[in-house]
C-alpha cells in the first residue's frame, strides 16, 4: 500500500516536471518553434538550426489570447500571409524571412517584455505588432531604447511620431476629422459623442470636440463606459432624450456587439439615427450580426469591397489561405502592406541597418489593395484615401463617399488651425 | 416623464439579466461555499452550447421551425454546462471542500484553461448568435416608450428560474437532502445520504443554472471566449450582498444592485456609476457583514 503510495507520488511528480518543462519551453521558444511549424507547413521546411543563417528574422507582436484576440489575431494573419508571399517570390536580399511569433496576451506589460526579448535576444529586424494604442504606449519606449523598428497597422488619435515605428494606420485627419465634416455637411449639427473610457476615444472626442466648435457644430452629450461594458440600455435611453442628429461611436471590443444589439431592440433603427463607427470593421460586423447594425455608417481607408484590382487579389488570396467565411478588413489590409513595405524599403536600402531602412522608406509608393499608398518621410505614416461605408445585409460595407486621392497624414493636425492646442497638452 | 419610466424598465432587466447570472453562483458560493472564480466560464459555455445548438438548427433559417431553437437552446444550455460542471467538480473541486484558497487557484486556472478552450474550438473573433424572429421587436406602449421583447423575456425567464430553484430545493426530495449535506453534512451522512453524489449534483445544478445565463445573454450581446469575466465581480457582488446560501437574498441582491447601476449610471455615467454602486455596497457591508438575508444553521455559525 505504502509503495503504491509512492509510485503513485512519483509518477505524479515526474509528470508535474515533464509538464513544467514543456510549459516552459512552449514559453521560451514558443516564437521560433510555433512560426517553424506553420512555414513547414507550407513550403519551405525550416533546415533546424543552420537555416537562421539565411534567413532574417522578424518579430510579430500581437495579442494571441485575451480580449484583444478576437481583433489581433486575425491581423497575425494578415502579416503571416505577406510573409509567406514574400518569401515565395524569393525572400529579400536572398534571404528568407523567418518570423518569431510573440503572444502580447492583451496585457500591455507583457507587450513591453516581449517587445524587449524580440529586441535583445532575437535581435529581430524589425516587429509588425499591438493593436491598442494602450500597447503601442507602453512597447515604444522599448523601441525607442533599443533602437528597434515597429510597423502598427491600426488607426490611432494620433499626437504621436516616433522615430522608431511606421504607422501604416490611419491618423485622424485620415479618418476621424473628415467623418465629423461629412456629417456636419450632410446629417446634421447636432452630436452625441460615446467611446470607451480608455486613451483613443478620449483623445479623439477631444478632438471632435474642437472640430465642432470651429465648424459650428454642437455637442449634446459626451459619454464613456468602461472597456467590456455589455448594457447599454441606459445609453440608449439617453441618446433617445438628447436627440442628437448623429451619434458618434468610438466604443472598442465587445461593446460594440451589446450597443448595436440593443439600440436595435429599443427600436432605433439606421433610418431614425445616424451613427458612425470608427472602430467597427468588416470582422466586427460578424460578430455584431449584419441585421443588427445594417444600414449605420463606418469610417476607414479600406473596405473589403474597395474595388481595386490589388484588393480583388488581396481578398482572393486571404480567403483562400484562411477560409471562405473570412473577411478582410482596414487593420488586416494595414499589416498586409505593411510587411510589403518593409520588404521594399530593405531591398531599397539593400540591408536590414534601421537607419539605412528608415532613409529608404521615405516617400516609397506601394500599390496596396486600399489604393497607391506613400510613406510620408517626416512623420512615417502613410497617405491613405478616406472612405466613409456603410454597412450592407451581407455584413459588408459599401462605398458611399471617398477622397478618391490619398490624403497626407498629418497626427498632429498641424494644418488645422482650429487643432491648435490640442497637440501640446 | 417616458425616459424615466423606461429607465425604471431597464433597472428591472439588468437586475434581472444579473439575478439570472447570480443564481447558479447562490448554489455553487452559497450552499457549497466554494469560490468558483470559472463560474462566468461556466456562462460562456452555456452561450457557446446556444450557439452549437442555432448551429444544428441553421439548415431550416428562414422557415417558421428555425425561430424555436432557442426554446430548446434552454435546456439544451442547462444539461450542456451541468455536464461540464459536473465533470469539473469530480475531477478538480471534489479534492479542495474545505480548501478555499486552493479552490480559487483552481477554479482560477480551470477558467483560464476554458477560455482558452473556447477559443481553440470556435476560434478567436466573436460568434453571433442571431435571435430568434419571435423576440425582435419591442412593446410599444405609447410612442416613445418601447419594451423590447427581449427584455421582457428575460424577465420572465429570471422569475422562472428562481421559482424552478426555490420548488427544487424546498418541494422536493432531492431539495430536502441539498439543504440537509449543506446544513449538517455529518449528521446527513449518518443518515444514510450520499454526500458526495449530492455534493456532485449540486455543483451540476449550479452550473446548468449558469449555462441558462449564458443563453440569454446571447439575446443581448456578444458571444466570446471572455463573455463570462464581465460577470464574475457582479456576481459575486449579488451573491455577497445578498447572503450567501440565501435564494431570496440572491433576487434582493441583484435587483438592489441592477437598479443602482442604472440610476446612478442615468443620473452620472457609466464608470461613476459603477463606482458609487460599489462604494454603497462596501459601506453596507461594513454595516452588515452577512448581507440582507442571513441563514442561520449550525454549519454556517463554524
Given at each position: 500500500m505504502k509503495n503504491n503510495i509512492i509510485r503513485k507520488w512519483k509518477k505524479a511528480f515526474v509528470g508535474t516536471i515533464s509538464a513544467a518543462v514543456a510549459v516552459s519551453m512552449l514559453l521560451t521558444g514558443c516564437g521560433g518553434g510555433a512560426a517553424g511549424g506553420e512555414q513547414q507547413s507550407s513550403s519551405t521546411p525550416a533546415q533546424g538550426g543552420a537555416a537562421s543563417a539565411d534567413t532574417i528574422k522578424v518579430g510579430i507582436l500581437h495579442s494571441l489570447s485575451g480580449t484583444m484576440a478576437i481583433s489581433e489575431v486575425s491581423v497575425k494573419d494578415a502579416e503571416m500571409m505577406a510573409i509567406e508571399e514574400i518569401n515565395a517570390a524569393g525572400g529579400v536580399l536572398g534571404k528568407k524571412i523567418e518570423p518569431v511569433i510573440e503572444d502580447g496576451a492583451s496585457d500591455w506589460p507583457t507587450f513591453a517584455e516581449k517587445a524587449k526579448k524580440l529586441l535583445q535576444n532575437d535581435k529581430v529586424a524589425t516587429v509588425f505588432g499591438c493593436w491598442t494604442s494602450a500597447s503601442r504606449k507602453a512597447v515604444l519606449p522599448v523601441f525607442e531604447e533599443n533602437n528597434g523598428l515597429l510597423w502598427y497597422p491600426v488607426q490611432y488619435e494620433g499626437m504621436e511620431s516616433s522615430p522608431n515605428i511606421f504607422y501604416s494606420g490611419a491618423a485622424p485627419n485620415q479618418q476621424i476629422v473628415p467623418a465629423v465634416e461629412w456629417l456636419l455637411q450632410n446629417k446634421g449639427k447636432k452630436f452625441f459623442l460615446l467611446g470607451s473610457d480608455y486613451v483613443f476615444p478620449r483623445t479623439a472626442n477631444k478632438i471632435i470636440k474642437a472640430q465642432l466648435e470651429a465648424m459650428g457644430g454642437e455637442l449634446v452629450a459626451e459619454e464613456y463606459t468602461p472597456l467590456g461594458h455589455t448594457d447599454y440600455s441606459t445609453i440608449v435611453n439617453k441618446i433617445k432624450s438628447a436627440k442628437p442628429d448623429v451619434v458618434f461611436n468610438t466604443l472598442n471590443g465587445d461593446s460594440n456587439v451589446a450597443f448595436f444589439k440593443q439600440l436595435k431592440d429599443a427600436g432605433i433603427t439606421a433610418g431614425d439615427l445616424t451613427t458612425l463607427?470608427?472602430?467597427?470593421?468588416?470582422?466586427?460586423?460578424?460578430?455584431?450580426?449584419?441585421?443588427?447594425?445594417?444600414?449605420?455608417?463606418?469610417?476607414?481607408?479600406?473596405?473589403?469591397?474597395?474595388?481595386?484590382?490589388?484588393?480583388?487579389?488581396?481578398?482572393?488570396?486571404?480567403?483562400?489561405?484562411?477560409?471562405?467565411?473570412?473577411?478582410?478588413?482596414?487593420?488586416?489590409?494595414?499589416?498586409?502592406?505593411?510587411?510589403?513595405?518593409?520588404?521594399?524599403?530593405?531591398?531599397?536600402?539593400?540591408?536590414?541597418?534601421?537607419?539605412?531602412?528608415?532613409?529608404?522608406?521615405?516617400?516609397?509608393?506601394?500599390?496596396?489593395?486600399?489604393?497607391?499608398?506613400?510613406?510620408?518621410?517626416?512623420?512615417?505614416?502613410?497617405?491613405?484615401?478616406?472612405?466613409?461605408g456603410e454597412v450592407q445585409s451581407d455584413g459588408l460595407i459599401k462605398e458611399i463617399w471617398s477622397t478618391g486621392e490619398a490624403v497626407r497624414p498629418d497626427p498632429y493636425l498641424k494644418t488645422y488651425d482650429w487643432a491648435k492646442g490640442l497637440s501640446n497638452e | 416623464m417616458e425616459t424615466y419610466l423606461l429607465q425604471i424598465f431597464n433597472g428591472i432587466s439588468v437586475s434581472s439579466i444579473l439575478m439570472l447570472a447570480a443564481l447558479g453562483l447562490a448554489v455553487t458560493f452559497g450552499l457549497m461555499k466554494i469560490i468558483n472564480m470559472a463560474h462566468g466560464e461556466l456562462i460562456m459555455t452555456g452561450a457557446y452550447a446556444t450557439y452549437i445548438i442555432q448551429g444544428v438548427f441553421k439548415p431550416l433559417d428562414g422557415s417558421a421551425v428555425f425561430g424555436l431553437y432557442f426554446i430548446l437552446a434552454i435546456p439544451g444550455a442547462f444539461l450542456i454546462t451541468a455536464a461540464v460542471?459536473?465533470?469539473?467538480?469530480?475531477?478538480?473541486?471534489?479534492?479542495?471542500?474545505?480548501?478555499?484558497?486552493?479552490?480559487?487557484?483552481?477554479?482560477?486556472?480551470?477558467?483560464?484553461?476554458?477560455?482558452?478552450l473556447a477559443r481553440s474550438i470556435f476560434g478567436a473573433p466573436n460568434v453571433d448568435v442571431k435571435s430568434p424572429a419571435w423576440l425582435n421587436g419591442g412593446l410599444v406602449l405609447t410612442e416613445g416608450l418601447q419594451l423590447p421583447y427581449k427584455r421582457l423575456f428575460i424577465i420572465f425567464l429570471a422569475a422562472l428560474c428562481i421559482l424552478g430553484v426555490y420548488w427544487f430545493l424546498y418541494r422536493t426530495a432531492w431539495g430536502r437532502r441539498i439543504r440537509a449535506v449543506m446544513q449538517n453534512r455529518s449528521m446527513a451522512q449518518s443518515l444514510g445520504i450520499n454526500t458526495r453524489m449530492i455534493d456532485s449534483i449540486t455543483f451540476a445544478l449550479g452550473s446548468g443554472l449558469a449555462g441558462v445565463a449564458g443563453c440569454a445573454l446571447t439575446l443581448l450581446g456578444s458571444i466570446g471566449p471572455t463573455l463570462g469575466t464581465g460577470y464574475i465581480v457582479d456576481t459575486f457582488m449579488v451573491v455577497v450582498l445578498g447572503g450567501a446560501g440565501s435564494i431570496i437574498g440572491t433576487v434582493a441582491g441583484a435587483g438592489s444592485i441592477g437598479i443602482g447601476n442604472t440610476a446612478f449610471e442615468f443620473l452620472t455615467n457609466a464608470s461613476l456609476g459603477k463606482v458609487i454602486v460599489f462604494l454603497v455596497v462596501i459601506m453596507f457591508l461594513q454595516w452588515k457583514p452577512q448581507g440582507f438575508f442571513t441563514i442561520s444553521s449550525r454549519a454556517l455559525d463554524e
Open positions: 463607427s470608427v472602430s467597427v470593421a468588416e470582422e466586427e460586423i460578424r460578430g455584431i450580426g449584419a441585421d443588427n447594425i445594417q444600414g449605420h455608417l463606418v469610417s476607414w481607408n479600406y473596405y473589403q469591397t474597395t474595388d481595386t484590382p490589388e484588393n480583388k487579389e488581396f481578398v482572393e488570396k486571404y480567403k483562400a489561405k484562411y477560409g471562405a467565411d473570412r473577411v478582410t478588413d482596414d487593420p488586416i489590409e494595414a499589416a498586409y502592406i505593411q510587411v510589403y513595405l518593409w520588404a521594399e524599403a530593405v531591398k531599397k536600402a539593400g540591408s536590414t541597418d534601421i537607419e539605412k531602412v528608415k532613409e529608404a522608406a521615405k516617400g516609397l509608393e506601394f500599390k496596396a489593395p486600399e489604393g497607391l499608398v506613400k510613406i510620408e518621410g517626416e512623420n512615417q505614416h502613410l497617405w491613405k484615401p478616406v472612405r466613409i | 460542471g459536473y465533470l469539473l467538480e469530480i475531477s478538480v473541486i471534489k479534492r479542495l471542500y474545505g480548501r478555499p484558497l486552493d479552490s480559487l487557484l483552481a477554479t482560477w486556472g480551470v477558467s483560464l484553461v476554458l477560455q482558452q
